[in-house]
């Protein structure tokens, strides 16, 4: 099974400011899918962003990029700009091409100061 | 824009007893998916459902779970005999064409 570690807990960000969050995963495939989930206290699942891993381009949603690293598996989420409805968990979640079941991290838990 | 639903939003039930979570997927969705979030933990897959059969099931997908699509809409999961390590949230998924996973918002089940 797919191992996705997400080593941060919890992460603080001023309102407008910039954060970074952390996702490493094991796999031995050499294609597959990365995302990142938003979770509001609401508790709805919501995508955020997803990856190719056969793209070498890093993808963007607006206000969310990616940093995916390969050779290190390594999928981080840049926030920028964050804003006070961007608090919540945020999981990384890892599948494979012809697999369409999700292997999660744990989660971080996203708080924005005012 | 077309959801996945789910009912009740909220079930409180008595340990030993049978619980049936609902979901209506995405209607020209194909696969089906239960997840379980204990809370404060990480999501975790239950059961994929693909033509009308289970595909795939984790370990703790055992026999006192099943599921089911009784009418070509609804989606089910029943919990014969829930013990209070069941309590979590369950979350239910569609995939389209795009093989994009649509979540419904959750049912949270409390075993008392």
């Known amino acids: 099974a797919q191992t996705v570690t997400q080593s941060q807990p919890e992460m603080s960000v001023q309102e407008a400011e910039t954060v970074t969050l952390s996702c490493t995963y094991d796999t031995s495939e050499s294609d597959y899918y990365l995302f990142w989930y938003k979770q509001p206290p609401s508790r709805q699942m919501i995508l955020v962003i997803r990856?190719?891993?056969?793209?070498?381009q890093n993808a963007t949603e607006n206000r969310f990029s990616v940093n995916f690293q390969k050779a290190a598996k390594s999928f981080s989420l840049k926030i920028s700009d964050s804003q006070l409805g961007d608090a919540a968990m945020y999981f990384c979640a890892y599948r494979r091409p012809n697999d369409y079941k999700l292997s999660f991290g744990a989660g971080t838990t996203v708080t924005v100061r005012a | 824009e077309p959801e996945v639903t789910q009912t009740p939003s909220h079930q409180v039930t008595q340990m030993g007893q049978e619980v049936i979570l609902r979901c209506v997927p995405i209607?020209?969705?194909?696969?089906f998916y239960w997840y379980r979030q204990i809370l404060g933990q990480k999501v975790e897959f239950l059961v994929s459902f693909y033509n009308n059969e289970i595909s795939e099931k984790s370990e703790i997908f055992d026999d006192q779970f099943s599921v089911e699509r009784p009418d070509g809409s609804n989606f089910t999961l029943k919990i014969r005999s829930t013990k209070l390590e069941d309590s979590a949230m369950y979350f239910c998924?569609?995939?389209?064409?795009?093989?994009?996973?649509?979540f419904g918002p959750g049912t949270r089940l409390t075993v008392t």
């Open positions: 990856q190719e891993a056969y793209k070498q």
């Open positions: 209607s020209n969705h194909l696969y």
């Open positions: 998924a569609s995939i389209g064409m795009n093989y994009e996973q649509y």
